[in-house]
């Protein structure tokens, strides 16, 4: 089957403030058949433990990356011409009870990548990835390597008493359901005061490699990402972009802010030296709209989602089942 | 043929806040053959004067249109019952040319009134109204009554030396060009300070009925819409509302404010009195969303919306042809 | 026992910015023991369908409340001269758990009933309602009468398939568990487009009052709630205040708005015709910060809650007990 | 001497947007020579007692006022035929020294009376009124009357220990001073809770007459304007209008905020009954734009200020000498 | 004849907040008569492809230039001491027709070099600068050379079908106009998703030298402007300051946002490096306060503007004629 | 004594939005008894020359501070584990009389120091650290060396004629009263215009050290802060943060912002090198929560407040009499 190369629509054409939001402009689409990457929203923040808001993030993400346009412009990929790429919309998530949430995640993806597409998802709360993660390493039959980029480990236990489930926590639940390979895990910009001064302990433990943003500091894009590529190899890897790990003065709409953190210059160098990982999904999350100021945060997160697309439309000629 | 009855997306099924933004939630189609009403979008503001931005209103009043459920709790319409109704998108107007961009509005209301469907549409300034009247004119071949909800008469004469064509002139141009019957004009909630003592000069000689906001506040909604009803009579009639007819406080994001203006409750209950007048097409205009203040203007532009909607699908039964 | 009469802060002495933000810059106290009236804050939305953001209600009633001072202007009531009132704190419950939270808040509210104090609240989300209405009936041991400030019904079967308890349907289930009296509710303000034509045929099946704004608009406060009274008699009644039957103008901070609501200036005039009812217990519901411009919806719960205790703190002579 | 009737920039030539910005548009002149009614910014708030920000009025107001246009569409006055007016710039009053700037204040408006001028001022907080008072009466040689509509008496006694000025004083101040005579004081629009229940004995037993809101809503803007003139009379009287006087949702922008306001369409009503009454002076005062939301408040004071000035510029044929 | 030495308002005796609204706070003049800079506002935004705004920038930028003081803390210059310098108010340019604006904004500068005075303005869109090198390489008589901070390239042929004038083409048109000399035109910072992969394929192939964004990270700002000054050299040259080449975070009211942009450090440090370059008319555009938060863009713009004043300031000796 | 160290409420066990706001969540206590550092809110700004509003910081900074957890992540420093520290509340300091104000302040703090505790304040504009110097330098018997993070030198003479007291002086009077030793101060991150080229002369000749933002750039927090050291030496220093030393994109919340500033990641880095200094107080100024966007600049003011809450504990073991 020829796959559709869709196109969005031309800024130089229609003005971006016309049409239907879409996410890049790409064509709405009903199911993910024929796409090798399907852009999808999922709008749920149960996970919250502060401010809740993320489940706004898909709409105004989309709003925003109508400021995207075709090519990339320091990389030259222009994603569109290598891979079959659309909108497949949200998924509907109920906001009331967060186990049933789960399930309906992990479904819609499990349903993407039955039709062959990997997903690059915008959430959501960070609780989102959990069940994105079960879907994908089902689809795989293997656990996944897991580059993040976060002001928080998102390791801890519990929360509020006995609740496992929260935004704090999918990493350490996707370890102990061994989805994740702790040995390939690498989180870049963790910073902020902590519960206890051995907090990140537990995850260290696992043999996760907790780049600080100190570090990242003195180190840089570059050797931190050659380190990237070390811990995770050639095997199937899923990257996760919490905004919060971008400077709240860049990102504010956000529900756990932390000062001193990654500028968007940053950030952009390190996605675009992802290139040449076997990425089977990524998302962005925690783009919490009530908290943004001027849209701001939408886009900053649309403009990852879009370097994000670019490494992984990259990678496409590796099938998924290949991974 | 048989017309599909679209339904919105049920909000106590998926929550307002998922899936993508269409007016009312409805489907949206890429044409409007089928359908009784067509929402449309024209996200247009080259005719304004002072604070544009009312290009960016179709795409927030859809996104609070999001809030409108299915039937009016009041009049007890369910509009979507009784008439064929989606979301045809925006029209693809250019910002920078004034003059194709009419002829651009202008054939894209012909081809939805070509079809068979009366247009109910978004703004864009109010210039935009101008190339909606013209169009609808023409496909009825006589001219129409207007039942005007504003601030301001809009029948200056020119602007900036010899500008004919901005949002402070579209009715004298459409009187000029008689695609509006003069004397079937009624235009409520005219205030703010003047000119000139007699600017209206002109349009009460040509025959059009000012209510001012003092006049209405003196008489109220009920005798003044059995006036709207004695001056429009039978012949088909044009609805539009300029959202600078409602007060400010809320209605704040548009481009020319004027203190003292109408209240939303007072704008429901004249719209639902329209009843039993032959609605030919529709708008809401001028809402503004760089200048608006927590999407509370186009909140009130998309219930004012969705309670045209209400009246214009009451009067389906009528074809446009006969009208 | 002697009670103690805590005043606030006097803003002509120390500055209303100055100081530990509390309810009405009185004395944040461990427990109710001693008071008549607790004010309490119920920091919790996790019943919210749409927008969440009343979790923040209470710090920001808080903050707002400091512009309140001692005395009513209109009908001389000094609440703190008459009644033994302190700030309680807020109720410690979870975000993440949704039928834990339930069982947290009714726990924190009849701890205060126990110890003899009437509890008005600031939420939170309506579903917190629930939960209260199910400590106060019980320590009294007979269903309530309600008075419901609203734009909305919240009778409401259930949401998103099968779930029972969201702040659409907290009445329902209260009349249901028999908590409720339905022939003692009356709700005002109830607007906005519904589900169905006949959304509200279950209640008013239960023999519920609802006074549409459209019946409010023409009949007026007096008559209102002269049939109020009519209607709630002498028997235990809990005044319910929905933030959001208040204008969005003048409340945009909540998380359903419909315009074409009740002025403030309305809703001080009814709140202050209570006097004379047997207030067992109130709130202040759906105030959501992130979505408020200016501190003005949290303003306007502030003087609400202002006005609820000045009308409870006439009733302290009766006993609880007594209800 | 002929006065120069000074004109405003006709938007209809040149937009709102472009060039400097002065109130109402008109030119920027260097002193009140030969002017009728002199337009005076007092940028100070060193009186208030709460939150600060009226210093910011006079730029803000001159911003709004870009919205006014020539005449009024309700009185059909046009009051740069009749009067000569223009914009005489801020009065240079240093922030830091409350004392001192009481002083330059009333030698800034003492020298616009010496040049046959009566000034028209934006505040600045409401303490800025009592030196604005002295310096008028003063020239005048005797005490005024005085037309206040405010939220706030401003007749209390002291703050913060023994601090006799401040902008809840000012009026108290100058019936000491008899530079105002309370048989000649009407203050509308009082409301807000109160520090005792009776707090204004003082200002009543002076023979201040205070309509609060609630009589206002009762009887309306006319009755309450005949009672007006009946108690003012023919004799020299000063005009202050505290923007807190309206609904806090439709002028936010204030230090301290009172819900339950009059509307702007009932102070645009009560402004123009005005006429007939010998105005020597007025202002319009806590206007605060930090705390405003898209300048809606300037815009009120903008509008509010338009409407004095017509009544003013009514009255101009009697000279300030024969007041 | 000797020029008057203009100097601000000095803030250590006039409150920032006071006194009419001019650039500098300089006094405002009616034309460039005796003036070595004319400060200049030109509020027209006609050529903008997406959100306009910019018509708004030069009333800001004025408000937010109230913070700038009479030297460069860092070079020394003070350059009211060394040039003479006004605001001359801003040009009338009317928003409704574009082909009439830039005639009107040509004959503006032109007048402003018929005076002997260069032109530091302010905008307005991108489109304002074409009209302005018009005049003034028609006042010089031969092309100029252009340093440009962008985050685009401005040098696309046409927009929404065959429009040639926009704001995406100005610097296309200037070459082809032969008022531009492409080898001595620098574009620093540009970067954000481009249309296609060549799309400087035509600026590249005229000679035009553009940084990336990249380059500029790797290389620094000494080495940049090191390049500048050799590639520039000693003809005349004008620098055009886009607000969008400063990072949205630090300048996010403007109209085509793209992230990862130059620090404010970045951008004094290179303006400060410019000395020595003849420079023969200098502007800051696309500063549109719509979409602007707290003043943030327009300080940026305003602080800009004066490190352009300080540059000029510095060439004022050597005359235009000579240049 | 054994004094008790007070733990925050833990935000895995209550929200971070319930409960009173305090600093840090910790206990509100009724003085300084028992505790090495208190922690205390200065609300007041009388000394501003330009925009007001720092009296409203200690409320927004108690809010946001309940982002913060229980220990350094970077340093490794649990400041509750090695200090008694608790929240003292607000000083009451009255807004309308400058002299009494500082009075007010001194006596609080000395109130403080006399309870055997440490100060760290949250201001409140500049001009509070002088009566906070002059309590602690009293209690001490001896004057202070200064680390000064500032976009200001704030050591002028005089503003507005002869006003020695604003917050643009505390340091040439501190100076000047021999409270404070220039020897050993040091002054960061100053920029912006000035009001002449020689403003910082009278500083440098009292031998205070000034690192302009330009040298910062150069050198580096690393070595900047070796010389700090150097400076300040082994006797007590006090440590003043003003937040416009930041940014204005990541602090713009403020009164006087001037772009260009450090980041926050600089700011953090150069407060963890503080450790070794004798600390004998701090204070976080000039955040001005209604110039603030989203709580951004309050959240920094925490962040920074914790930084020094760390360093400060370090330093606990040496009691402040042997200071």
Redesign the interface.
Known sequence: MTKTRHQPI?????????????FMRLP?VDSAAGLDIALV?I?W?????????A??G??EV??QSS????????T???PYDIASVA?V??????????MSALRQIEEGIAAICAQGARPLSVGGDHLTTLPVLRAISKALGKPLGLVQFDAHSDT?D????D?P??H?TPFRRAIEEGILDPARIVQIG????????D?HRWAKDQGIRIV???EF?ERGPAEIMAEVHAIIGAGPAYVTFDIDSI????A??TG??????L???EA??MLRLLSGLNIVGADVVEVAP?????G?TA??GA?MM?ELLCVMAEGVGQSVASA
């Open positions: 031309d800024a130089a054409l229609v003005p971006r403030f016309a049409g239907h939001s879409t709405a929203g709008p923040d149960g996970g919250t433990t502060n401010r809740a808001g489940r706004h898909p709409r989309r709003n400021l995207m346009r075709r090519a990339n412009h320091q030259g990929i222009a909108d919309g949200d998924l509907a998530v109920q906001p009331i009870d967060l801890n519990s929360y509020f008493g609740n489930y929260t704090g963790i910073r902020g005061s902590v519960y206890a001064a907090e600080y943003i100190e500091s400077d709240p003065s860049m504010p709409g756990t802010p932390e000062i001193g953190g500028t968007t210059r952009q160098t009530p908290f943004d100021l001027g701001m886009l900053a403009t879009f």
